[in-house]
């Protein structure tokens, strides 16, 4: 395998999770450009802009479910703790993100609360605040230039209380000039992240795109208590499956990160759909099929080489079926190769075991029953049999995923 960088792989799926993201829709993409040109004002060095901005374009992963979004599009956050908290966690196993995970978990502490916080406090951390409550202040339906005024003064009068002083220095300087404004509305991610020298500071390994793959997984899962596991046992069951069938580490590391990313596009759904407490009805389940047609979007941002074709072709096509009428490409039989059936066996393993809101998880017997009677036919009854044979191990696998991704759901939600 290749050598990948962060700008390979990271930042095209932080970018469109940003424009997929129905929630925060452009909010990520506005305070990166506002940070991006307060820390030059201040005359960060690379390293230390190149972090703001990619801890700016992620600041609120932590902000999952529907209530969050909507308290923090407040003008005060009462409770804001939580999803910095969250952001942090979801971070800070990726190991190069280390710094980055710290400036996420204080974007909202107060200038005038300085002094109760042990932890250490980044100036970016000061930054990505200011230029979170500057966006969140921007009235869409007024032209921008127009609100100039009003919003330097706003931030002249939070100065050294709510606002660090320097930063909104640095602030009042930089938006003196209109393209700062223009460039709020205008610039995209790709544009800010072409400024900065991510290769310089960023290689991944192997493990740290497994590690990064979860994170961005996690994204997903989180928002909802019911998915709160799902994306992650998908991508463990793929690469247990696929180490029984005797694939190579190569080969199951792919199903691995397929797995983990096999639902990405749900960000583009509401999750509404995922909580409604009873089946879907037709038009409902039409619209969340459009989640295949989003991770499509989403990973065909990643780099072209052979090894990410695979990982993007198994990951797009785990609603097919042999017959047809699968989704989103009615693919037939003779286009579906192994892999994907081990993508999408792991998919309903997976989903029949979690909790619905209108259902128990199903124990490992049942679950396995289920698919072997209803679903596999559709799919491959010869290669179900196959993957049957270590029921036993996957019950564990599924079991431990749900434990561990309980765990730290559970005690950010607090
Ligand atoms: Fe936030
Ligand atoms: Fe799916
Ligand atoms: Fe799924």
């Not at 999803?83 to 400036?103: K, T, Y």
């Not at 406090?121 to 005024?149: C, G, M, T, W, Y």
Request: hydrophobic share 40%; with cysteine; net charge negative.
């Amino acid at each position: 395998m290749e050598k990948i960088t962060l700008k390979e792989f990271a930042l095209p799926l932080i970018k469109s999770i940003d424009s997929f993201n129905y929630l925060l829709k452009s909010h990520h993409r506005r305070v990166a450009v506002i940070s991006y040109f307060i820390g030059l004002k201040m005359g960060l060095s690379e390293k230390y802009l190149t972090d703001l901005v990619i801890a700016a374009a992620l600041h609120d992963i932590g902000a999952l479910s529907v209530q969050e979004r909507d308290m923090l599009i407040q003008e005060d956050v009462d409770r804001p703790e939580p999803h910095c908290i969250m952001g942090h966690r979801m971070l800070v196993n990726f190991s190069v993100f280390g710094d980055i995970a710290q400036i996420i978990k204080h974007h909202h502490i107060k200038f005038e609360d300085l002094r109760s916080i042990k932890d250490e406090v980044k100036i970016e951390s000061h930054i990505i605040h200011l230029a979170d409550r500057i966006d969140i202040s921007i009235n869409p339906d007024v032209f921008i230039l127009n609100q100039k005024q009003d919003i330097r003064d706003k931030v002249i009068s939070k100065k050294g209380l709510i606002f660090h002083p320097e930063v909104c220095d640095a602030f009042l300087t930089a938006a003196k000039a209109d393209i700062f404004w223009m460039e709020i509305n205008n610039m995209t991610l790709e544009q800010v992240f072409n400024k900065l020298n991510t290769e310089l500071y960023y290689d991944l390994t192997r493990e740290q795109m497994i590690e990064f793959a979860l994170v961005v997984s996690r994204i997903i899962d989180f928002r909802s208590k019911f998915t709160a596991s799902h994306s992650f046992t998908v991508g463990q069951l793929a690469y247990n499956i696929g180490r029984n069938l005797g694939y190579d580490d190569d080969k199951c590391t792919k199903l691995l990160i397929a797995g983990y990313f096999h639902d990405i596009g749900k960000v583009g759904i509401d999750t509404a759909y995922i909580e409604k407490p009873g089946p879907l009805s037709d038009e409902e389940f039409n619209l969340v099929k459009l989640h295949t047609y989003y991770t499509g979007q989403i990973l065909n941002e990643l780099s072209k080489s052979e090894w990410f074709t695979d990982i993007i072709y198994w990951a797009t096509h785990h609603h097919e079926k042999k017959d047809g009428s699968g989704y989103p490409y009615a693919k037939t039989d003779t286009e579906l190769c192994e892999e994907t059936k081990v993508v999408a066996f792991s998919d309903v393993i997976s989903a029949l075991m979690e909790n619905r809101p209108y259902r128990a998880g199903m124990s490992a017997e049942k679950a396995f029953g289920i698919i072997e009677e209803k679903i596999a036919p559709a799919i491959d009854s010869a290669l179900f049999e196959n993957i049957k044979k270590e029921i036993n191990t996957l019950d564990l696998i599924v079991q431990d995923c749900q434990r561990e991704s309980r765990e730290i759901y559970t005690r950010n939600m607090k």
